[in-house]
Antibody, heavy 123, light 107 residues
């Protein structure tokens, strides 16, 4: 069974840093496209980053230069290092796996999601 | 960036009603459009991809259509367990973007 479990969220002061983790089971992160998607309280969904199986990464403009996506294949875990946090970064952060079926993969389509971890940026 | 819009922002219908949500993309995205269902306090769930393909295990009362810039999501017979917010999303190009959502409720 595919499972994604995020951790690392919490209350952090503006300007601070936080590292989120997403532990995967039931599949290998090394052979999957892995993403971070966030949702501010009461708001919609915002894709923020992708780590392709080949190693390429991309970011939304809103986090570029401040956030870094990475993975540890030995731990089958995805990470999101978040620096220079502001109140606008307050959100539930989800990791999501890219959709692959029968050797066809769709970049940007998400078939499995974690339960999310809440990041609150406030003084 | 491709902007996604949805209408209506919210809807209220009776059990058994046919419900329709529209989604518009700011440019041609072919059929690279998905629909997600999100229940309160839960992660989104993929319902439809490729504009009209039902994800495995999703009830057949859910359907989607459209191509290019205009898309439609339909629940043929609204059930109590369908109370949720529905988001469309384009995966034609980076950054992947979502519509603002449509909150569905039972009248």
């Amino acid at each position: 069974e595919v499972q994604l479990v995020e951790s690392g969220g919490g209350l952090i002061q503006p300007g601070g840093s936080l590292r989120l983790s997403c532990a995967a089971s039931g599949f290998s992160v090394s052979s999957s496209q892995m993403n971070w998607v966030r949702q501010a309280p009461g708001k919609g969904l915002e894709w923020i980053s992708v780590f392709y199986s080949g190693g390429d990464t991309h970011y939304a403009d809103s986090v570029k230069g401040r956030f870094t996506i990475s993975r540890d294949t030995s731990k089958n875990t995805l990470f999101l290092q978040m620096n220079s946090l502001s109140a606008d970064d307050t959100a539930v952060y989800y990791c999501a796996r890219g959709y692959c079926r029968s050797n066809s993969c769709y970049s940007g389509l998400f078939d499995s999601w974690g339960q999310g971890t809440l990041v609150t940026v406030s003084s | 960036d491709i902007q996604m819009t949805q209408s209506p922002p919210s809807l209220s219908a009776s059990v058994g009603d046919r419900v329709t949500i529209t989604c518009q993309a700011s440019q041609d995205i072919s059929n690279n459009l998905s629909w997600y269902q999100q229940k309160p306090g839960k992660a989104p769930k993929l319902l439809i991809f490729g504009a009209s393909n039902l994800e495995t295990g999703v009830p057949s009362r859910f359907s989607g259509s459209g191509s290019g810039t205009h898309f439609i999501f339909t629940i043929s017979s609204l059930q109590p367990e369908d109370i949720a917010t529905y988001f469309c999303q384009q995966y034609y190009s980076l950054p992947f973007t979502f519509g603002p959502g449509t909150k569905a409720d039972i009248k």
